[in-house]
């Protein structure tokens, strides 16, 4: 990705340089014939027009000024924006993500400002402006909706910025830090390295949780749950000190300690704290308390139950004729198999007629 956007760069620079000889070679040709020929036939097609309507006619002069104009604003406000950066944003004490939405507004601005001012030196005609905004309207009705529908979030984002660079922030099943608030895609990058490039409508259509808006704390809820037997009190009072204890949980607001309620082979709690330092890593912070939660019951006595069940069997009276017992008592009028009474059935009479 680095070495494209250097390679586009280098090309935009090279053009711009040979637009610039080619202008000068136009303008004051060298006493050389072949360059003098070559002069002659470039100043014909550079003021011959190439495309004319009743109103206004476009010429090949016009054109390289209008790529030489974008080009050079190209360069001239990513100069100007990084100035504005290092000089005046980085010696205030700003958030980083207000930082580069500031950036990106100057700049953003800076390029407005110049294609206004240059469109007007360069002599291009309203009407043609006009002509080409009805042109640029029909092409986002047809096919670029998306395109400039991106674009429009990404501003309202710089500008009312409910996201900023840095913020951890969840869009549907993605969680992670914003990196850069793109002209068109936003990239969040995950906890794996990932980085997820997200159109920038999404963050404007969609739901989005942003966990650091407000600032970098956030709570971390641990839950478990301790035998029937134990104390309530006594766990309050050793998870709190498992809490306190750990690094990067914070003194101001404490940790606490919920009773949650009765579970089916349990007592559960949850140990609440808060931190700054691992708001994208909750899981890590998570797992580091349980190793000591653990280690801190088993010296304290406290047991951690895990679910079990008991079987009871019971005796079965009736026993389904044709069964493998009932078959086996059929030999004797009564017989105790097992617990298992089988009781062999008697003839029933027969009437005789007299």
């Known amino acids: 990705m680095n070495r494209l956007r ?4 280098w090309l935009a620079l090279v053009g711009c340089v040979g637009a610039i000889a080619v202008v000068l070679l136009m303008a004051e040709p060298p006493n050389v014939p072949l360059l003098t020929f070559l002069s002659n036939s470039l100043m014909g097609l550079w003021n011959s027009p190439f495309l004319s309507t009743e109103s206004y006619g476009d010429t090949l002069q016009m054109v390289i000024k209008g790529v030489l104009l974008v080009v050079i604003l190209w360069f001239a406000t990513k100069l100007a924006s990084r100035i504005f950066r290092v000089r005046f944003l980085d010696r205030t004490h700003l958030e980083e993500g207000r930082k580069f939405a500031l950036q990106r507004i100057v700049g953003y601005s800076l390029f407005t400002f110049g294609a206004l001012t240059g469109v007007h030196a360069i002599g291009v005609d309203v009407g043609s402006i006009a002509v080409f905004s009805g042109a640029l309207g029909i092409g986002l009705g047809l096919g670029f909706q ?23 922030v969840q869009v549907g099943n993605l969680q992670g830090n914003i990196v850069t608030i793109g002209s068109r895609a936003t990239w969040v990058r995950t906890n794996d390295n990932v980085v997820m490039i997200v159109p920038n409508s999404e963050f404007i259509e969609q739901q989005v949780t942003n966990l650091t808006l407000n600032d970098r704390i956030v709570r971390i809820n641990v839950p478990l749950g301790v035998s029937y037997a134990s104390n309530p009190e006594h766990v309050r ?27 089916q082979s349990s007592l559960d709690f949850d140990l609440r704290i808060w931190t700054a330092n691992q708001v994208s890593t909750p899981r890590v912070i998570a797992s580091q308390l349980y190793f000591e939660i653990f280690a801190a019951l088993k010296r304290e006595g406290v047991e951690i139950p895990f679910p079990q069940r008991d079987l009871h069997v ?35 009479p027969v009437e005789r007629p007299e």
């Open 6 to 9: 250097a390679l586009w760069k």
């Open 237 to 263: 009072d050793i998870l709190m000190v498992v809490g306190r204890g750990h690094p990067d949980v914070l003194e101001e607001p404490e940790p606490d300690v919920i009773f949650t309620g009765f579970g």
């Open 314 to 348: 019971r005796s079965v009276r009736n026993v389904a004729p044709g069964s493998e017992i009932a078959t086996r008592a059929l030999g004797e009028d009564h017989e105790s198999v097992g617990s298992v009474d089988v009781k062999k059935p008697s003839a029933l």
């Open 146 to 168: 998306t395109i400039a529908k991106n674009f429009a979030s990404g501003l309202i984002l710089l500008f009312e910025q409910p996201v900023k660079v840095g913020d951890r």
